[in-house]
């Protein structure tokens, strides 16, 4: 199995990923389903668009560093075993609850486009850029306590029901050169109440939103 991109190989399984997810049931398993010695193998798995509804056995994938499973019909998303993530890929689903691993790399996020109503960024510890614009949430915050640091990049919260968000644990990471994050959009929400570190973004993207209080 590449070490790199699986895409090819993955599609000697979509019969058995559409029906079971990716399918993962143990060694000896037949030509639809993913073996466990295969899965530790894959570094980056891509099964984007294949009307898969569970990702049930991505637990056994724990050399990930990418993970694209954009435009399916998933409704969860647990990759708590999946630590080595970098790059987490899940836009266009219907994903209600998402649990991020305790990740140890810096990190591109990309869940925009669901039905997320909250979700836990307690475990970023470096952040590259975040896309959650267009979901349902009323209320974001970085509530890691060692911080989160930010890389060079971008952050998308805008179309959410948000009633505040708190960015108070936001730092500049070292490997940023002291350089700020570049932008964090955050239109069209419901925001009375913003706590943003100034100091560390270069610009803010505030447009209507009935911002009351603001720090």
């Known amino acids: 199995v590449s070490q790199s991109r699986y895409r090819a190989h993955f599609n000697k399984y979509a019969a058995g990923a559409k029906r079971y997810g990716i399918g993962i049931v143990g060694p000896n398993t037949g030509n639809n389903e993913i073996e466990v010695a295969e899965a530790l193998t894959v570094i980056d798995l891509y099964v984007d668009n294949q009307s898969i509804v569970s990702l049930e056995g991505v637990q056994y994938f724990t050399n990930l560093s990418l993970l694209d499973c954009s435009y399916n019909q998933l409704v969860s998303l647990d990759l708590t075993q999946n630590v080595n993530l970098q790059d987490v890929f899940g836009s266009h689903n219907v994903i209600t609850n998402a649990i991020l691993p305790n990740f140890t790399n810096p990190v591109h996020i990309n869940l925009s486009h669901n ?12 952040l590259v850029y975040l896309f959650l614009n267009n979901n ?31 960015m108070s644990q936001l730092r500049n990471s070292d490997s940023n050169f002291g350089e700020p994050f570049d932008d964090v959009y955050i239109n069209n929400t419901l925001l009375t109440q913003l706590v943003c570190p100034l100091a560390y973004v270069k610009y803010y993207y505030i447009n209507n939103n009935p911002i009351v209080t603001g720090k």
Request: zero cysteines; glycine letters at 2%.
């Open 115 to 126: 039905q997320l109503s909250q979700i836990n960024l307690a475990t970023i510890n470096q």
């Open 136 to 166: 349902n949430l009323t209320s974001l915050s970085f509530n890691n306590p060692n911080y989160t640091y930010l890389v060079d990049g971008v952050m998308d919260v805008s179309n959410n029901p948000l009633v505040s968000l708190n």
